[in-house]
């Protein structure tokens, strides 16, 4: 498997799909800071009233984020793919080497490949907020932070290329990858909706006009709320779904972490055996 | 006789379709082996088997004395160099770049060689161009040579001359001989293209429906496919009366023409045509050619 890691390493870093997801994750991460710069420049009076965490950078450190991850599944869904269209996966398996080896590294390839881009567009973002509007953030929290995305990075690969392995064509399997990451994303917006619903609405007084008299309304029940069973299972797939672990990071307290590392795990397990098993059976052309 | 490959009732079957159907085929060392049959009779099938892109769904394969379940398949594919179908090759990359990513995919720590292999294929001079703005036959070319990567004991081809124009080909075919003469590779090549396979081959394999319907050896077919001389003349009946006379081998074909299989004087004939007032209009030589052969041995119309 070492000579396939060389050969993949190499062939990743002289690759130009490789090169633009970093530079564009760079401009991602630096391009949220501005306009949140120019705003609190422009604005100055405005932010002078409320407290630092309202002007600081934290607030942009990890929106670049969300973008990033479509750029990850382009990016695995391309790359893997290529293999397939070209037909150089074959001459990996003429001369020998196991179904098994060539999908790991694979894997180990796109991960460091989206690890690096995560790194770049944080990092950018860090260094440039910390320039122009300084961050609250502690270097330890920060550090904390992208660490686990990092983390969550690895099971959001070995889905990405699960979909990318599974499809013998480059194209069809980049699309896959990105509605893939899109579904995630929608998934774990609509649940971190329904969870930060209100279980009550506000209850509400007023005084009638003609009698004088003080008409309250006790706060009313929200139907939409999710109690119990259906709660646990917002819950779970709130946690569980890479795409809402990332938003829990970015934009949320870091949440249950050994729970979501957890889940990290079996997601990689479960996806990285269940891709090798299909790549394994495959009929390659 | 030894055999770098040999498969046993080999079976490939696709969602109801049989690909291969119990094929037996047995590839010495040191041969050229063509493999002919006609569009989707199988060949490609056998190769994507043997090449370990596809499993068999029956039978199974031995390469280089291990069979394709053995665990030591692995370690044995290390002496196999094929190109199945179009040539594997990075497109972004150049063709020296591919060659060293071929190098590092075999662990081969050391780049020596690069440029002979090259040489070899006749790519030396492609510089920086990017292996998507080659031309076929340097692809396929290309794809030879990362095939050649690892010094390969075995070559397999599949329809190499495909989409080549004339020059490529005798180029192509130049090639081959050459890494079987001079590296002794055993190359197994899978065409349709008979007329360039009777010049390379060693021992032919007839592939039809998935199934092995002969192996022979050239001189075997040489054998088979008997030479004459097809003449045409004025009227056969003379013809006949002159070459019984002669004791000469013949057969007539139609009213003005014959093939004669004795080896003749032409002269003595022509005066003795001449003295019967016959004739001649046109002499060839002719000899039942490979593609004539394949079709009398698949069925011809039937296989249509």
Known sequence: MNKLLSAEFIRLFKSKIFRICLLVSGILGAGFIIPKCVDVKRHAQVYANLSAEYSNADSMLFVGVMVVIFLMAMFVGLFAGT???????????????????????????????????????????????????????????????????????????ALLL?????IQSKS???????????????????????????????????????TGELIESPPTKNPSYPEGFKRDIYEFIYDFVPCGQILQICFMNTGNANLMMLYDMIILIGSTSAGIIIFKKKNLK | MEYCLETNGLCKRYRGFKALDGLSMHVPKGAIYGFIGKNGAGKTTLIRLICGLQEPTGGSYTLYGEKNADKGIFAVRRRMGAVVETPSIYLDMTAEENIVQQYRILGIPSMDGISELLALVGLAHTGNKKAK????????????????????????????????????IVEMRELILKLNREKQITVLISSHILDELSKLATCYGFIDRGRLVKEISASELEAECRKCKRVTVSDTKPLCRVMDEMDIEYSIISDTEADIY???????????????????????????????????????????
């Not at chain 1, 796109?110 to 509007?133: D, K, R």
């Not at chain 1, 699960?162 to 599974?166: A, H, K, N, Q, Y």
């Not at chain 1, 579904?183 to 619903?197: C, E, H, I, T, W």
């Open chain 1, 83 to 157: 293999e397939y269209s070209d037909g150089t996966i074959r001459n990996k398996l003429i001369v020998g080497h196991r179904r098994g080896s060539i999908y790991l590294s694979k894997l180990v390839v796109c991960v460091v490949a989206n690890v690096i881009f995560l790194v770049v567009c944080i990092f950018a973002a860090w260094g440039l907020g910390s320039l122009l509007l300084g961050t609250g953030m502690g270097y330890g929290e920060i550090l904390t932070k992208t660490l686990m995305i990092c983390v969550v990075t690895i099971s959001m690969t």
């Open chain 1, 162 to 166: 699960l979909c990318s392995m599974s």
């Open chain 1, 172 to 210: 069809v399997g980049s699309v896959v990858c990105l509605m893939l990451m899109l579904g995630m994303l929608f998934v774990s917006a609509y649940v971190n909706q329904r969870l930060d619903a209100p279980e009550y609405y506000e209850g509400y007084a007023f005084t009638d006009d003609e």
């Open chain 2, 262 to 304: 004795s080896q003749i004087s032409v002269t003595k004939l022509a005066m003795a045509l001449a003295e019967e007032n016959c004739e001649i209009i046109s002499m060839s030589e002719r000899g039942d050619s490979l593609e004539k052969y394949y079709i009398n041995l698949v069925g011809g119309d039937d296989n249509e």
């Open chain 2, 133 to 168: 703005n080659f031309s076929l036959g340097m692809r396929q070319r290309l794809g030879i040579a990362i095939a050649l990567c690892g010094s390969p004991d075995f070559l397999v081809l599949d329809e190499p001359v495909n989409g080549l124009d004339p020059q490529g």
